[in-house]
Every structure is written in structure tokens, then in C-alpha cells.
């Protein structure tokens, strides 16, 4: 089994920045890849960023690209999200994925409990 902890959800201003963080623990050795999804009110919950822990590679959804980053801190289990120039559009529940490939969430082994992201404009 493997635990994810998040945490660094909030409310900001549209344009502000966010970094979310998510602490992995137990049998982690199983888990190619951790990222993120989000679930706003009525929505599915959609992919938003992945990293694989070896290479380091990350991927991105397009409606994230170039404002959000993706990274790991593997000592620490780590992987952060850090959340720029913020839209009401990324208002969300952001949830912590780990697993296999996790490329949608019917491939996330693990999820975290959520954090709550807020935008305003």
C-alpha cells in the first residue's frame, strides 16, 4: 500500500500562484509515476500532470502547459505542483495519483484525499 499526503490548496486571485505538495509513503517502490488530477463541481475528474520517478520526465495536460510544473524530490517522496498565472477555470478539487502509468485516472493505483483549489477573479 502506498499513503499520499497533500497539502498547499487555497484561495487565490486569478493570476496568483499555488504550489501543491504531496508526501508519498509505504511500498512506494511500485509506483513508476505520481501527478495530479482535478474534479471540479459536476466534472469528471481529469489529468493534469505526471512525473516518472527515475527519468523525470513529466507530462502535461494542454490546459495546464506552460503555467503549471511539475517535480519530484525523491529523497524526500515528494512531488510538488507548482500552479502560476491561476485561472477560475483551475478551480478544483486537485487530487495526489500514483501508480503504474496513471496516464488517466482508471490506471491510479493510489489517490491522495484532495485538496481544495480556489480561484477568483
Known sequence: QVQLVESGGGLVQAGGSLRLSCAASGRTFGTN?????RQA??????FVARIKWNSGNTYYADSVK???????????????????????DDTAVYYCAA???????????????????????
Open 41 to 46: 463541481p459536476g466534472k469528471e475528474r481529469d
Open 66 to 88: 506552460g503555467r503549471f510544473t511539475i517535480s519530484r524530490d525523491n529523497a524526500k517522496n515528494t512531488v510538488y505542483l507548482q500552479m502560476n498565472s491561476l485561472k477560475p
Open 99 to 121: 501508480g503504474q502509468t496513471i496516464f488517466n485516472s482508471d490506471y491510479v493505483d493510489y489517490w491522495g484525499q484532495g485538496t481544495q483549489v480556489t480561484v477568483y477573479s
Open 33 to 37: 509515476y505520481m501527478g495530479w488530477f
